[in-house]
């Protein structure tokens, strides 16, 4: 870590799952381009090329994540400082919308991959002195959206965790925040997007509804994370922190149908709801 630059990150060693592609990949990468060794767990961590240390792991699975957390930290020397928990996936529909096994999944993988990764590192961030973990939330925790029943209840639960994990372990010296973005330019949304009758106008219509005219970047959010996991943040923790654009918490007026306040309404002219799902899968 530099002395001079508390945003540097030189010494410390990262983890980030889900961290191949999207949000994840960008952390990784700036938490590398910042001077910290970094390793990712992913499903299929191909993505995570040089610098980046990628490992196999499946984060609904304990037996992976605790294997692929020891194989991590052995690559990384024996020690873990930052822990990014960003690995997740989607869900689209209302509550009547998605049956019994998905909800089962999106939690297992939303909630409880989370859970899982952050036990088998805490042994390991106990040890360091500048230890936090962020966790990858999003808007659909603090707004209610529509046709995100699930994903929301997900995210809902991973802000409860966030501050609920920032009380047990303040005193050991661990911080705990998370990030809520908002409707993220990320692989996930791309593949909507893809799906729609008119992709370039679902588009528009997406960036229309931003109050800043467009989405968040993957590389906006992954500056927010660095920010957290780093020294610069020493005094933050139980902090969630909205990366959005001002989705959550500005009204601005209208300004007019192809404004930035973009034409009355959650939905494009496909029926595209924001999707609000930064987990760039």
């Given at each position: 870590?530099?002395?001079?630059?508390?945003?540097?990150?030189?010494?410390?060693?990262?983890?980030?799952?889900?961290?191949?592609?999207?949000?994840?990949?960008?952390?990784?990468?700036?938490?590398?381009?910042?001077?910290?060794?970094?390793?990712?767990?992913?499903?299929?961590?191909?993505?995570?090329?040089?610098?980046?240390?990628?490992?196999?792991?499946?984060?609904?699975?304990?037996?992976?994540?605790?294997?692929?957390?020891?194989?991590?930290?052995?690559?990384?020397?024996g020690?873990?400082?930052?822990?990014?928990?960003?690995?997740?996936?989607?869900?689209?529909?209302?509550?009547?919308?998605?049956?019994?096994?998905?909800?089962?999944?999106?939690?297992?993988?939303?909630?409880?991959?989370?859970?899982?990764?952050?036990?088998a590192?805490?042994?390991?961030?106990?040890?360091?002195?500048?230890?936090?973990?962020?966790?990858?939330c999003?808007?659909?925790?603090?707004?209610?959206?529509?046709?995100?029943?699930?994903?929301?209840?997900?995210?809902g639960?991973?802000?409860?965790?966030?501050?609920?994990?920032?009380?047990?372990?303040?005193?050991?010296?661990?911080?705990?925040?998370?990030?809520?973005?908002?409707?993220?330019?990320t692989?996930?949304?791309?593949?909507?997007?893809?799906?729609?009758?008119?992709?370039?106008?679902?588009?528009?219509?997406?960036?229309?509804?931003?109050?800043?005219?467009?989405?968040?970047?993957?590389?906006?959010?992954?500056?927010?994370?660095?920010y957290?996991?780093?020294?610069?943040?020493?005094?933050?923790?139980?902090?969630?922190?909205?990366v959005d654009?001002?989705?959550?918490?500005?009204r601005?007026?209208p300004?007019?149908?192809?404004?930035?306040?973009?034409?009355a309404?959650?939905?494009?002219?496909?029926?595209?709801?924001?999707?609000?799902?930064?987990?760039?899968?």
């Open positions: 870590m530099s002395e001079t630059d508390p945003i540097r990150l030189d010494g410390l060693k990262a983890l980030v799952t889900g961290g191949a592609s999207g949000i994840g990949h960008a952390t990784a990468c700036l938490l590398a381009a910042r001077g910290a060794d970094v390793a990712v767990l992913d499903l299929d961590p191909s993505g995570a090329r040089a610098p980046l240390l990628g490992i196999k792991a499946d984060v609904s699975d304990d037996a992976s994540v605790r294997e692929g957390v020891a194989a991590a930290v052995d690559r990384l020397g020690r873990l400082d930052i822990l990014v928990n960003n690995a997740g996936i989607g869900a689209v529909g209302t509550v009547e919308d998605n049956d019994d096994a998905q909800w089962h999944r999106v939690l297992d993988v939303n909630v409880l991959g989370m859970a899982r990764t952050s036990r590192a805490l042994p390991r961030l106990r040890r360091s002195a500048h230890a936090a973990i962020v966790n990858t999003s808007i659909a925790a603090t707004a209610g959206l529509p046709q995100r029943a699930l994903y929301s209840a997900s995210k639960a991973v802000l409860s965790l966030t501050l609920a994990m920032a009380a047990d372990h303040v005193r050991e010296g661990i911080r705990v925040n998370c990030v809520n973005p908002g409707t993220a330019d692989p996930w949304v791309g593949r909507l997007l893809a799906a729609a009758d008119d992709p370039e106008a679902e588009r528009a219509a997406l960036d229309a509804r931003q109050p800043m005219g467009r989405l968040v970047t993957a590389g906006e959010v992954a500056a927010a994370i660095a957290l996991a780093s020294p610069a943040a020493a005094s933050v923790t139980g902090t969630a922190l909205a654009g001002g989705m959550q918490g500005l601005p007026r300004a007019g149908p192809a404004g930035p306040a973009g034409p309404g959650p939905a494009g002219p496909a029926g595209l709801t924001d999707p609000a799902d930064p987990v760039g899968r």
